[in-house]
């Protein structure tokens, strides 16, 4: 494990999140929006979005239909538009209009999850956090990382707790983001380009997913 992530670590030097985001606020909205559609797409409605709405106050406070014109094309709009303006409500109403900076007091606001959680933290604020999406579970898997690399249903959870154990806190956030980004250059779900992975001569599932 170790070994592989070493060669990634060369293949990939300085990994970042690839939201677009000016504080912690920002982050958050965007990740909220990110469930189910590319960074990219998000991206290119979010300067719109807090151009109109730079903070948790202005967002609070705006008009649901004008959030889902915004929003529109990344997809889910109605429900992503209610979540934002719902965390920006609890924002104001429980946390003085701030992000905070724990897990339990994230996911307590409409539409975050531990994920979401973990890419705050350990993107904004620099607390050590480890998302699992479905990149890092396609990964993880295919290279036998976790126990449980053969289950149909496996539990981003308890893969997060079982690679997290496996590597020190400071290295989880950019670990996420670099079997994150193989997952989007090489080790695609439907046909892994194996030939050009420089895993390729260590993992299990090479040429044969």
């Known amino acids: 494990m170790h070994q592989e992530y070493a060669v990634l670590c060369e293949e990939i030097p300085h990994p970042k999140c690839a939201l677009n985001f000016s504080n912690p606020f920002e982050l958050l909205v965007a990740t909220v929006l990110s469930a189910q559609t590319t960074d990219k797409r998000v991206n290119m409605v979010t300067p719109e979005l807090f151009g109109e709405y730079p903070g948790p106050a202005a967002l609070a406070s705006a008009n649901p239909e004008h959030v889902e ?3 529109h094309s990344i997809g889910f709009h109605h429900t992503k538009a209610k979540n934002i303006i719902g965390l920006s409500y609890a924002l104001c109403e429980r946390f003085d209009g701030e992000v905070p900076q724990t897990m339990d007091a994230l996911t307590s606001l409409p539409g975050v999850g531990r994920k979401t959680a973990n890419v705050v933290l350990g993107n904004a604020f620099g607390v050590p956090g480890f998302p699992v999406d479905t990149h890092v579970i396609r990964v993880t898997g ?3 990382w976790r126990s449980d690399w053969a289950s149909g ?4 959870k308890a893969i997060e707790r079982e690679i997290t154990a496996c590597f020190p806190p400071e290295e989880w956030t950019d670990l996420s983001h670099r079997l ?4 989007r250059a090489i080790c695609h779900a439907r046909k892994p380009d194996c030939l050009n992975c420089p895993l390729n001569d260590t993992c299990p599932s090479a040429f044969a997913a």
């Open 69 to 71: 014109s915004i929003i």
């Open 142 to 144: 295919r290279l036998r």
């Open 153 to 156: 249903s496996p539990d981003p």
């Open 180 to 183: 994150i980004l193989h997952g």
